[in-house]
Structure formats: structure tokens, C-alpha cells
């Protein structure tokens, strides 16, 4: 018999892990104490942006093999697996991670099960988690019932979080047994009928790998963006500097963009949340490095803040165009977003900033309602004495600089996201420059 599934938590990583069961061939609960958010995706409309979702989405709830509920006690007496994908947030006032939806999820679920059954959580937490949650459910669980437990970090990249959930790059099991390991190796077979690395461990590592990799990527943007301070002092160009080091096979490319640096709901929350844990382990010394890797990351926003000022003066009165809300391209996350940041830091130095994003606009505005948002990049331009690059959308890639001139009041650019032909924008007149270029103030 298939395997029936339930993902508790509908939001991101809980809508895409439902969507993509049903797409595996599964039936599929989802369920959220949230009834809007139920109603919402029944109907098949999704609450985010995320290419390729909503068309997987419909698709199953018209198969029949996906559909949601509020009800713990009917997925209890349903499902063979029980997916937990709920939100840790950063706890308000600290930076460590708040396990409130976690272990109220667990415990919700240890108390409903009415069958055999197992347990898998999914949610980024900090490492001695799944032990505790383990223990939890072994005390409240109906004794005559088995539920095994395991702990099988996702690692999404948004804006390509359905071809993850599909064609994972590995696979990290920590299960409390080996028939558990077997149940999750039925679930991921099509993963593993195409050598995907399946990685079988313990609970602790498990839970480490996600935090150990965001980490490493921090590390990696934050390292490059430290480089761009020395090259906008000193000269040089960073692209440049990436690119050579970059062919070094023990570094490679990847994350060598130097910019506004990283946000979103993921490496900022997870970075911060690490350094808690390491602190309460009494390691103090041992991530203090990470501390340094936001500090950096913070001051690129300030950066672009002072090259305004030395590009057009005073920024009161002025009026700036921002290009971009989200924190990422294809996605309409304002979470920790950069580029939401600087606009808001714009606005309270007293200028006038339009805002346009082909997404996230809704969003930004409940997060930010004072700023301006607009419905094109060339309704943002309009009039600006500066245009700033924070988000590396295609559409602005592929601005060309004669168009965008005939509307701006003077043709000044900042590039946040070094990603702009610098070259063909300064010969159509343009004063133009990109965070890690030296830049000669013309005030």
C-alpha cells in the first residue's frame, strides 16, 4: 500500500513539501491552524510567490491527491508519515530561534496519532532539537502505537524551491531506527533511482548540516563583500578579483558576488540562531567569526546609503529610484531583504524614494507602507536624480541606459548587485558605479 503523507505548516517550505509529494505520486494532507490559510490553498491560490507552485498545486488538488485541514485528530487516524515543515523565526529581542510552532507542532501530533506511524521534521532547528522532540513524543504517544522519528533538513533555494524538492542535490537522514531510514528511503525513491547522495546519520548532524551550509554561504558573500571595501578604497575591480579566485577548484565561484549582501528568511535567521546555540554549548570562541560575517554583511547597506550621499549630495529633497524589494530575484521574500532596508534608510535620510519590484511590492509595502511603490522601473525612474540597483531582477538587467535616461532628471546609478554593463551605461552618459569599484566623488 502507498504511503499516505501529512506536511504540517503550510507556508513555504510546507506548501512546496505537500506539492511535491503529490507530484511523487502520494496522497497528501496539508494542514495549518491558520482556516484562511486553509481556504486559500484549497482554492489553490498560494499566499507567495514561487515559480512553478501554484501550477503544481492546482494541479494536485484537482487529482485529488492534495488537499488541507485544520484537523490534527483526522490526519492522526490518516497518514503513515507526518512531515513537520513550521516556522522557526527569530525569537523577538534575541537571535535565537524560536521553537514555539516546532514543539507545539510535535507535541499536536504525538497526542492525535491513533496508528503506527513516523514523525519527520523538516524545519531548520537548533542541534539537540530532534533528541528532545524525540523524547516528547515518547512520552505522550498512545503506548500501544509505534511512531518512529526522524530529522531530514530541506535545503530550498527560493525562486527553485519545487526542482529542490524534486531533483534534491542529496538527501540527509537522521532516523532514530533502521525501518524508519527505510520508510524515508520509499519516499525519496525517485531521488534515489538517480544516485542521489543519501546521507544516513544521527539526529545532531542532521540538524547541523542546514546551519553548517548557510553558514559556509554567509561566510563566502561576506568574505568577498569584505574584499570590496579594500577594492572601493584601493582600486581594482571585484568582479575581476572573484572571477580569478573563483577558478581555484577549493573555492570556486559560487557565491562570489560581491553587493548590498545576503537577507531573506533563511541565512541571516540561521547564521544568528547558531551563534545562540554555540553560546548555550558554552562555545563561545568557537563561531565568533559569525559575528563578524553579519557585522559585514550590515555594513554593505550602510555603504550604499554614503555612496549616494557622495554621488548626488544631501539626499533630502532628492529623489531616488530603488530598483528591486525583494531580498532575492524570483521571489517576493521582504524578509531581512537588503534592498528594503536601504530604500527605508533612504527614506529617512529625507529623500523621496519610488520603489518597484515585479513581486514583492505588496509585501515591502506591509512591511514599509511610508516609502512609494510604483508599477514599473521606469515609473520608479522618473525624475530621479539617482537610480539604485538592489535586486538583480532580469528585467533590470536588461534596462538599456539610452531608454532609461530620456525619463530620470540626471543619470546617476548605483549598481548594488554588480551585475550591469558598466561600460555601455558610462557611454550613454551615465555616472555609474557598483559596490567594490572605486568611486571619485564629483560633489
Keep these: ?31 495549518d491552524i491558520d482556516q484562511d490559510k486553509i481556504d486559500s490553498l484549497t482554492r489553490g491560490e498560494l499566499p507567495f510567490h514561487e515559480p512553478g507552485l501554484p501550477e503544481l498545486l492546482r494541479k494536485h488538488i484537482a487529482t485529488g491527491r492534495l488537499r488541507f485541514t485544520t484537523s490534527y485528530e483526522e490526519i492522526g487516524g490518516w497518514a503513515d508519515v507526518h512531515f513537520i515543515g513550521v516556522g522557526t523565526p527569530q525569537k523577538a529581542g534575541d537571535i535565537a530561534a524560536d521553537l514555539t510552532f516546532v514543539d507545539a507542532a510535535t507535541r499536536s501530533l504525538a497526542e492525535n496519532i491513533s496508528k503506527d506511524a513516523f514523525i519527520v521534521g523538516k524545519s531548520t532547528v537548533p542541534v539537540g ?39 534534491p542535490d542529496r538527501l540527509v ?7 524508519t531510514e527505510k520508510v524515508l528511503r520509499e519516499v525519496y525513491a525517485r531521488a534515489l533511482a538517480v544516485d542521489t547522495p543519501f546521507i544516513s546519520t544521527d539526529f545532531e548532524t542532521a540538524e547541523l548540516v542546514k546551519v553548517a551550509a548557510n553558514a559556509f554561504l554567509a561566510t563566502k558573500i561576506s568574505f568577498i563583500n569584505a574584499f570590496s571595501e579594500v577594492t572601493e578604497t584601493v582600486g581594482g575591480d571585484i568582479r575581476t ?20 549582501g545576503f537577507g531573506g528568511g533563511c541565512l541571516p535567521k540561521d547564521i544568528r ?4 546555540r554555540i553560546s548555550e554549548l558554552g562555545l563561545e570562541r568557537t563561531m565568533r567569526f559569525l559575528s563578524e560575517v553579519d557585522e559585514i554583511n550590515l555594513r554593505r547597506r550602510d555603504r550604499v546609503v554614503y555612496l549616494a550621499e557622495d554621488m548626488i549630495g544631501p539626499l533630502a529633497g532628492k529623489k531616488i529610484a530603488v530598483l528591486g524589494a525583494a531580498f532575492k530575484p524570483n521571489s517576493d521574500d521582504v524578509r531581512d531583504s537588503p534592498a528594503l532596508d536601504v530604500a527605508a534608510r533612504l527614506f529617512n535620510s ?39 540597483l538592489l535586486t538583480e531582477w532580469s528585467e533590470f538587467r536588461a534596462l538599456v541606459p539610452t531608454e532609461l535616461a530620456t525619463v530620470v532628471a540626471n543619470r546617476n546609478f548605483i549598481d548594488g548587485r554588480n551585475v550591469m554593463p558598466i561600460d555601455e551605461w558610462e557611454h550613454a552618459g551615465w555616472n555609474i558605479t557598483a559596490l567594490g569599484r572605486k568611486f571619485e566623488s564629483k560633489n
Design 350 to 388: 529625507g529623500a523621496d524614494v519610488n520603489v518597484y519590484d515585479p513581486k514583492a511590492n505588496a509585501n515591502a509595502a506591509k512591511r514599509f507602507p511610508r516609502l512609494k511603490y510604483v508599477d514599473s522601473a521606469f515609473e520608479a525612474a522618473t525624475q530621479a536624480d539617482l537610480v539604485i
Design 273 to 276: 540562531a547558531l551563534q545562540a
Design 129 to 167: 532539537t530532534a533528541r528532545r522532540l524525540s523524547k516528547m513524543i515518547a512520552e505522550i504517544k498512545n503506548p500501544d502505537i509505534s511512531i518512529g522519528f526522524a530529522w531530514n533538513p530541506e535545503f530550498l533555494r527560493e525562486g527553485f524551491a519545487v526542482e529542490d524538492t524534486l531533483t
Design 241 to 260: 578579483l572573484a572571477d580569478a579566485i573563483g577558478f581555484d577548484v577549493r573555492i570556486g565561484r559560487r557565491f562570489l558576488n560581491a553587493g548590498v
Design 173 to 179: 537522514v537522521g532516523a532514530d531506527s533502521a525501518v
Design 1 to 31: 500500500m502507498s504511503l499516505r503523507m501529512s506536511v504540517i505548516g503550510t507556508g513555504y517550505l510546507g506548501a512546496t513539501h505537500a506539492a511535491c509529494m503529490a507530484e511523487l505520486g502520494f496522497e497528501v494532507i496539508g494542514l
